[in-house]
């Protein structure tokens, strides 16, 4: 019996016929997977490198440490690449208002009622007005032209998530909304004069900084706490890291008082005379306080005097602002200027100037600039990055006066309390669209929101780290040269000097150089 | 009028939020954020909370072996099952441990008089050999499950001379014998293969390189410590020190380093090439230093000490990491590493065998990856901010018995004094002098005579 001749398969093709037998055509690689992989911008390189590029393996001592560092240096490399491709990720998608047609009217007469016609109906009822009328047969008040009740001023704050709103009139009206569903959590009226409203580190927890003392009370109403240290404030703000509340009062006192113990931690007198703007430095924990003489202070716990003092306005200091990333300072004075610091160099980067009295002005996320005059609210584009054109992208006339102005975090919302009431306006592109869910979570869930008070609590950063400069916190401190002393022994004899021995750099280092004769 | 293009930050709830309670929570990250301005404080803080955990967690005891009637002075652990130990008093006993039950499984009469060596074989690893005081050499057998008594030898020797300490060569059946003298023995034969007659003094400890396999370091009463090749006739050489070292443990990996525990309270790190000084003094004990295991891993040791504690020191340094002390054990008279690098066991002269973890605040058992993340976290920003003063306090304190605190005060004041004398004599020195290290100072004289 014949048999029949196999073909030699030389090792090649036996593995290229058991892998991709001819039934199934392996695509080409290049057809599925590109050639290129994704470019990365060199910004977002720098946006993620925390300090390692400064790192320079070359000027380590031994050969050992050089061959670590380097390894280390590269893996961070890698990491700062992983996460700028990353970015790839994000959901972006900011708000505008984009004009079609040159000749078009400028944005600056958009009407809000407008605006929430070209939107969609979950945003344009992000639009709403909260006329607050006399409110109950016992307590009322006129303004002097008789034709309105008043139930004050309104005072807000908006939680750090941009969820919840607290509205505090200074006829002693509180009340708690979750603003987007308009859900009430709880409306009273304290029986006092309200000066300013915060909440605490959650959305269960406000403090009321009342005519006499300042009250915390529960997201349900029901008071918490009495804190008579701290009484005849008029301003508050919370430092949310650091679990301080700080309340600027009339008589020029500054208090910290750490809600998480309880504890008083510094308050004293600052010989500035009453406080007439206040607000924080998010990104240090920074008190920023503006006075009659126009000055503004920069205010740390540890130190009874001011940090630093910024001579700003040629008159008292109405508002004062300070972006999310601490870098800008905007500040509005009654010399009816608006202008923006850079607050790393404390110098004056631009200077606005308006017509008619200026009070309030804020920041938003994107770094939008809102400020009232009078009635009216102006919003202005990034200064910064925009062109410095001076005419606002918005403008909305309040049926009060403008007391407080605040951006609502991760939307495009502007809140303004007024003489009248409240309302919220639509400004597109002031919200940033990203959210980062361990930091801020707008829909937090009871669940969620428990652990984070859980972790922010244990993360808690002490009052005595409240600085200016926060990053010097892990830099190695350089040994100061020490001076060179005469030794003396106990007759006051000097010692011998003992020669210093050049080293010849022929010879092999070793330790035992010091002790070779110099030849 | 053409309308402008509006458009507002809408965000669709259901991709921020879980759909069922059996979901996990949505986390959306943004990518693009700068760096958290208040980060460095907030790792600051953590990291100062993961130190205060470590020492709220260090809860090294995990129990006691109960049942011998004399100090334990020798644990052998067998080398290929985690479970099994080895101990054997002063009184003749050897016991068989099952250590994750804690409970005795066999108890053997090895001999009359102190069991004076034990070793188990690597190859097969059921059978072990140990000497006594009664000049005999006995070969049991180790299976793993003890059912049948073993109180008889399968093979039993008499000596010539009281030997010391037995030491299998490592990767194979043979084993050497110290006491006067050093002998090379192979399974089953009665007499030795090869002697090496080393002077008048008796050698109290002999132990067997695991990697050169003709390699064994051996201490005798003449406070020296000396090399043998069983390649050669000739002993290779040797280092005299100060005081006698009582035990010395073999680097798992590198096959020349071994540590040295020594009478003079420290352990010597000796690279067996180079003699003429110590690589590294390892300082701590208040007393004389009776036993110490590396551990598997090469980067650590354990130490026990007369003065009533462990002590666990990194390779590299000069103090110990970690010291375990209990208010009722008695002076350590041996010590041992586990296999898998995890537990710490102590026989100490109260007749008790301590077993402890080896990194006190570690979590046993199974991990969940969240878990597992989150300690592997909290351990680097341990390592990270452990040179920072704060963070550095509270990592390195130790609560420490009186008598060992007061014994380490006394000893750093003499020391401080003769560093203060010795700088001062130096002062007025001839130029040239030679400057002696702390790691040469114990050292008398290295080498033979020529």
Same mark, same amino acid.
């Given at each position: 019996?014949?048999?029949?001749?196999?073909?030699?398969?030389?090792?090649?093709?036996?593995?290229?016929?058991?892998?991709?037998?001819?039934?199934?055509?392996?695509?080409?690689?290049?057809?599925?997977?590109?050639?290129?992989?994704?470019?990365?911008?060199?910004?977002?390189?720098?946006?993620?490198?925390?300090?390692?590029?400064?790192?320079?393996?070359?000027?380590?001592?031994?050969?050992?440490?050089?061959?670590?560092?380097?390894?280390?240096?590269?893996?961070?490399?890698?990491?700062?690449?992983?996460?700028?491709?990353?970015?790839?990720?994000?959901?972006?998608?900011?708000?505008?208002?984009?004009?079609?047609?040159?000749?078009?009217?400028?944005?600056?007469?958009?009407?809000?009622?407008?605006?929430?016609?070209?939107?969609?109906?979950?945003?344009?009822?992000? !639009?709403?007005?909260?006329?607050?009328?006399?409110? &109950?047969?016992?307590?009322?008040?006129?303004?002097?032209?008789?034709?309105?009740?008043?139930?004050?001023?309104?005072?807000?704050?908006?939680?750090?998530?941009?969820?919840?709103?607290?509205?505090?009139?200074?006829?002693?009206?509180?009340?708690?909304?979750?603003?987007?569903?308009?859900?009430? !959590?709880?409306?009273?009226?304290?029986?006092?004069?309200?000066?300013?409203?915060?909440?605490?580190?959650?959305?269960?927890?406000?403090?009321?900084?009342?005519?006499?003392?300042? !009250?915390?009370?529960?997201?349900?109403?029901?008071?918490?706490?009495?804190?008579?240290?701290? !009484?005849?404030?008029?301003?508050?703000?919370?430092?949310?890291?650091?679990?301080?509340?700080?309340?600027?009062?009339?008589?020029?006192?500054?208090?910290?008082?750490?809600?998480?113990?309880?504890?008083?931690?510094?308050?004293?007198?600052?010989?500035?005379?009453?406080?007439?703007?206040?607000?924080?430095?998010?990104?240090?924990?920074?008190?920023?306080?503006?006075?009659?003489?126009?000055?503004?202070?920069?205010?740390?716990?540890?130190?009874?005097?001011?940090?630093?003092?910024?001579?700003?306005?040629?008159?008292?200091?109405?508002?004062?602002?300070?972006?999310?990333?601490?870098?800008?300072?905007?500040?509005?004075?009654?010399?009816?200027?608006?202008?923006?610091?850079?607050?790393?160099?404390?110098?004056?980067?631009?200077?606005?100037?308006?017509?008619?009295?200026?009070?309030?002005?804020?920041?938003?996320?994107?770094?939008?600039?809102?400020?009232?005059?009078?009635?009216?609210?102006?919003?202005?584009?990034?200064?910064?990055?925009?062109?410095?054109?001076?005419?606002?992208?918005?403008?909305?006339?309040?049926?009060?006066?403008?007391?407080?102005?605040?951006?609502?975090?991760?939307?495009?919302?502007?809140?303004? &309390?007024?003489?009248?009431?409240?309302?919220?306006?639509?400004?597109? &592109?002031?919200?940033?669209?990203?959210?980062?869910?361990?930091?801020?979570?707008?829909?937090?869930?009871?669940?969620?929101?428990?652990?984070?008070?859980?972790?922010?609590?244990?993360?808690?950063?002490?009052?005595?780290?409240?600085?200016?400069?926060?990053?010097?916190?892990?830099?190695?401190?350089?040994?100061?040269?020490?001076?060179?002393?005469?030794?003396?022994?106990?007759?006051?004899?000097?010692?011998?000097?003992?020669?210093?021995?050049?080293?010849?750099?022929?010879?092999?280092?070793?330790?035992?150089?010091?002790?070779?004769?110099?030849? | 009028?053409?309308?402008?293009?509006?458009?507002?930050?809408?965000?669709?709830?259901?991709?921020?939020?879980?759909?069922?309670?059996?979901?996990?929570?949505?986390?959306?990250?943004?990518?693009?954020?700068?760096?958290?301005?208040?980060?460095?404080?907030?790792?600051?803080?953590?990291?100062?909370?993961?130190?205060?955990?470590?020492?709220?967690?260090?809860?090294?005891?995990?129990?006691?072996?109960?049942?011998?009637?004399?100090?334990?002075?020798?644990?052998?652990?067998?080398?290929?099952?985690?479970?099994?130990?080895?101990?054997?008093?002063?009184?003749?006993?050897?016991?068989?441990?099952?250590?994750?039950?804690?409970?005795?499984?066999?108890?053997?009469?090895?001999?009359?008089?102190?069991?004076?060596?034990?070793?188990?074989?690597?190859?097969?690893?059921?059978?072990?050999?140990?000497?006594?005081?009664?000049?005999?050499? $006995?070969?049991?057998?180790?299976?793993?499950?003890?059912?049948?008594?073993?109180?008889?030898?399968?093979?039993?020797?008499?000596?010539?001379?009281?030997?010391?300490?037995?030491?299998?060569?490592?990767?194979?059946?043979?084993?050497?014998?110290?006491?006067?003298?050093?002998?090379?023995?192979?399974?089953?034969?009665?007499?030795?293969?090869?002697?090496?007659?080393?002077?008048?003094?008796?050698?109290?400890?002999?132990?067997?390189?695991?990697? #050169?396999?003709?390699?064994?370091?051996?201490?005798?009463?003449?406070?020296?410590?000396?090399?043998?090749?069983?390649?050669?006739?000739?002993?290779?050489?040797?280092?005299?020190?100060?005081?006698?070292?009582?035990?010395?443990?073999?680097?798992?990996? #590198?096959?020349?380093?071994?540590?040295?525990?020594?009478?003079?309270?420290?352990?010597?790190?000796?690279?067996?090439?180079?003699?003429?000084?110590? $690589?590294?003094?390892?300082?701590?004990?208040?007393?004389?230093?009776?036993?110490?295991?590396?551990?598997?891993?090469?980067?650590?040791?354990?130490?026990?000490?007369?003065?009533?504690?462990?002590?666990?020191?990194?390779?590299?340094?000069?103090?110990?990491?970690?010291?375990?002390?209990?208010?009722?054990?008695?002076?350590?008279?041996?010590?041992?590493?586990?296999?898998?690098?995890?537990?710490?066991?102590?026989?100490?002269?109260?007749?008790?065998?301590?077993?402890?973890?080896?990194?006190?605040?570690?979590?046993?058992?199974?991990?969940?990856?969240?878990?597992?993340?989150?300690?592997?976290?909290?351990? $680097?920003?341990?390592? $990270?901010?452990?040179?920072?003063?704060?963070?550095?306090?509270?990592?390195?304190?130790?609560?420490?018995?009186?008598?060992?605190?007061?014994?380490?005060?006394?000893?750093?004041?003499?020391?401080?004094?003769?560093?203060?004398? #010795?700088?001062?004599?130096?002062?007025?020195?001839?130029?040239?002098?030679?400057?002696?290290?702390?790691?040469?100072?114990?050292?008398? #004289?290295?080498?033979?005579?020529?």
């Amino acid at each position: 019996m014949k048999f029949k001749k196999t073909k030699k398969i030389s090792k090649k093709n036996k593995v290229e016929n058991v892998l991709h037998p001819k039934k199934f055509k392996v695509p080409k690689s290049n057809d599925v997977v590109d050639k290129e992989p994704i470019k990365i911008e060199p910004e977002s390189l720098e946006r993620h490198d925390t300090g390692i590029s400064k790192l320079n393996p070359a000027n380590a001592k031994t050969k050992l440490a050089k061959t670590k560092l380097e390894k280390e240096k590269a893996k961070f490399e890698e990491g700062i690449k992983t996460a700028a491709r990353a970015e790839i990720l994000n959901a972006d998608g900011a708000g505008f208002i984009k004009l079609e047609e040159e000749d078009d009217l400028p944005t600056t007469f958009l009407k809000q009622h407008e605006i929430c016609e070209a939107v969609d109906i979950a945003s344009a009822s992000k !639009h709403f007005e909260l006329t607050l009328p006399r409110y &109950g047969p016992y307590r009322f008040d006129y303004t002097p032209n008789g034709r309105h009740l008043l139930y004050g001023p309104y005072r807000f704050d908006y939680t750090p998530n941009g969820r919840h709103l607290l509205l505090g009139g200074k006829r002693g009206h509180v009340a708690a909304i979750d603003w987007p569903t308009k859900k009430l !959590h709880n409306e009273t009226n304290v029986l006092e004069g309200v000066r300013d409203v915060q909440w605490l580190h959650t959305e269960t927890m406000y403090a009321v900084a009342q005519k006499r003392w300042t !009250h915390i009370y529960d997201w349900q109403g029901t008071e918490l706490h009495c804190i008579k240290h701290l !009484h005849d404030v008029k301003r508050l703000e919370f430092l949310p890291r650091h679990f301080l509340l700080v309340a600027a009062t009339n008589t020029s006192f500054l208090h910290w008082l750490d809600t998480s113990m309880g504890k008083l931690v510094n308050s004293f007198r600052s010989s500035e005379g009453p406080f007439n703007a206040m607000t924080q430095n998010p990104a240090n924990g920074i008190i920023l306080t503006g006075n009659g003489k126009g000055t503004v202070s920069l205010w740390s716990p540890n130190v009874k005097e001011p940090l630093v003092q910024m001579l700003t306005h040629k008159g008292i200091v109405k508002g004062l602002s300070v972006d999310t990333t601490g870098k800008y300072l905007v500040s509005t004075g009654m010399d009816a200027r608006l202008r923006l610091w850079d607050l790393r160099m404390y110098k004056q980067m631009q200077e606005f100037k308006f017509n008619s009295n200026i009070g309030e002005v804020t920041f938003s996320q994107r770094r939008s600039i809102a400020v009232s005059t009078g009635n009216v609210v102006r919003v202005f584009e990034d200064p910064i990055i925009g062109k410095p054109t001076g005419s606002p992208t918005l403008m909305y006339t309040c049926r009060g006066l403008v007391t407080n102005l605040q951006f609502c975090p991760y939307e495009d919302v502007l809140g303004v &309390g007024h003489e009248q009431g409240f309302v919220s306006l639509l400004v597109p &592109g002031s919200g940033d669209p990203n959210v980062d869910a361990l930091f801020h979570n707008p829909y937090e869930s009871k669940q969620q929101r428990r652990e984070r008070e859980v972790r922010v609590l244990l993360e808690k950063i002490p009052p005595e780290m409240i600085t200016l400069d926060i990053i010097g916190l892990n830099r190695v401190k350089k040994d100061e040269p020490k001076e060179e002393v005469e030794e003396k022994d106990l007759l006051g004899r000097t010692f011998p000097k003992k020669k210093k021995q050049q080293r010849d750099p022929n010879q092999p280092w070793s330790a035992l150089d010091r002790f070779r004769k110099v030849e | 009028m053409p309308k402008p293009q509006i458009r507002v930050l809408s965000r669709n709830p259901d991709d921020y939020q879980r759909e069922t309670k059996n979901d996990i929570f949505k986390v959306n990250r943004n990518f693009k954020t700068n760096p958290d301005p208040l980060s460095h404080a907030t790792e600051y803080v953590r990291a100062l909370n993961a130190a205060k955990l470590d020492r709220v967690f260090a809860k090294p005891f995990l129990g006691s072996l109960d049942g011998h009637n004399e100090g334990v002075h020798l644990l052998r652990k067998h080398p290929s099952r985690l479970a099994m130990i080895l101990s054997a008093a002063r009184d003749g006993q050897t016991k068989i441990w099952h250590l994750p039950s804690k409970k005795c499984l066999t108890t053997i009469q090895a001999h009359n008089g102190p069991v004076n060596g034990l070793s188990i074989d690597e190859v097969d690893g059921d059978m072990f050999v140990t000497v006594g005081q009664d000049s005999q050499l $006995k070969h049991w057998q180790l299976p793993e499950v003890i059912e049948t008594s073993l109180s008889e030898p399968i093979h039993s020797i008499p000596l010539s001379s009281v030997p010391h300490s037995i030491s299998h060569v490592s990767k194979s059946t043979d084993f050497v014998i110290s006491g006067d003298g050093i002998s090379v023995w192979k399974l089953y034969r009665d007499s030795p293969i090869r002697t090496y007659e080393l002077g008048h003094n008796t050698t109290h400890f002999v132990k067997c390189n695991p990697i #050169e396999t003709s390699i064994m370091a051996g201490c005798s009463s003449d406070r020296s410590i000396f090399l043998l090749d069983t390649r050669q006739k000739t002993p290779l050489t040797r280092v005299v020190l100060k005081l006698r070292t009582n035990t010395i443990s073999w680097h798992p990996m #590198e096959s020349f380093t071994f540590v040295a525990a020594n009478e003079d309270y420290n352990l010597y790190t000796f690279d067996m090439r180079k003699l003429e000084s110590a $690589k590294i003094v390892h300082q701590g004990h208040t007393a004389a230093v009776m036993d110490v295991d590396y551990s598997p891993t090469g980067r650590e040791f354990v130490s026990g000490s007369y003065d009533r504690s462990l002590r666990i020191f990194n390779v590299d340094g000069w103090r110990s990491r970690e010291i375990y002390h209990a208010p009722r054990m008695q002076q350590v008279l041996s010590v041992l590493y586990s296999m898998d690098s995890k537990y710490v066991l102590s026989g100490s002269d109260e007749m008790n065998i301590r077993l402890w973890k080896a990194h006190a605040s570690e979590k046993l058992g199974p991990l969940r990856p969240r878990e597992k993340a989150a300690l592997n976290y909290a351990n $680097k920003l341990r390592q $990270k901010y452990q040179q920072h003063p704060e963070v550095g306090r509270i990592l390195k304190h130790r609560q420490v018995p009186k008598s060992i605190y007061s014994a380490a005060k006394e000893h750093q004041i003499i020391k401080e004094s003769q560093q203060r004398k #010795e700088t001062n004599r130096r002062r007025y020195a001839p130029e040239g002098t030679p400057f002696v290290s702390e790691r040469a100072k114990p050292i008398v #004289e290295h080498g033979f005579e020529k």
